[in-house]
């Protein structure tokens, strides 16, 4: 039996659960730093699954699917660092994130029948040079992928129980 896709693993569709309750319970009604970091740590969990399950349905190695893991934990946590920290990043992140949003944005809006915009919405972001503390969360993804990972990498001869071979022949 094959192990569930990465995209299906508890981690992952735990981390997509706490984004969202996150950004659409918590913050509204707590709006703290906790809900803050709360949606750093699952972003950094969940981004690096995401492309590693890509790669995994796309039916590339595991080694493939490995190292577009640790690719994506990389590039996940260098852009944490960066918006946190450095102004012009923070600005590109909030266009941009608006820019990849607007489609959503423009479906609610039709739905609930407000007016539209046809520019984009800029998303909010706090910058806190004490997110960067969560950037470590990207090492829980990373482990669970070189686990999934390594069921794949091993032969099925060695998935079976065998018995040991004599020492001599007769």
């Known amino acids: 039996m094959n192990p569930p896709s990465l995209l299906l693993r508890p981690l992952t569709l735990g ?7 996150n950004d659409h319970v918590l913050k509204p009604t707590f709006h703290n ?14 981004l690096p699954m995401l492309v590693a399950g890509g790669a995994e349905l796309a039916g590339t190695s595991a080694n493939f699917v490995r190292r577009v893991g640790i690719g994506g934990a990389a590039i996940c946590a260098l852009v944490m660092i960066l918006i946190n920290v450095h ?7 909030r266009v941009g ?14 739905i609930r029948s407000e007016g539209t915009s046809h520019l984009p ?4 972001l706090v910058m806190d040079s004490n997110d960067a503390f969560t950037v470590p969360a990207a090492l829980i993804s990373l482990r669970a992928i070189w686990r999934a990972t390594a069921a794949r990498k ?6 079976a ?9 007769y």
């Open 15 to 21: 981390a997509l659960g706490l984004l969202v309750l």
């Open 33 to 46: 730093a906790l809900t803050g970091k709360l949606s750093d740590v699952a972003i950094l969990i969940l």
């Open 87 to 93: 102004e012009p990043s923070g600005e590109v992140y």
């Open 97 to 110: 994130m608006g820019v990849f949003r607007m489609p959503l944005d423009f479906a609610l809006a039709t």
């Open 121 to 124: 919405n800029r998303v909010d």
């Open 154 to 159: 091993r032969p099925a001869a060695q998935d």
């Open 161 to 169: 129980v065998r018995s040991p071979k004599p020492l001599v022949s």
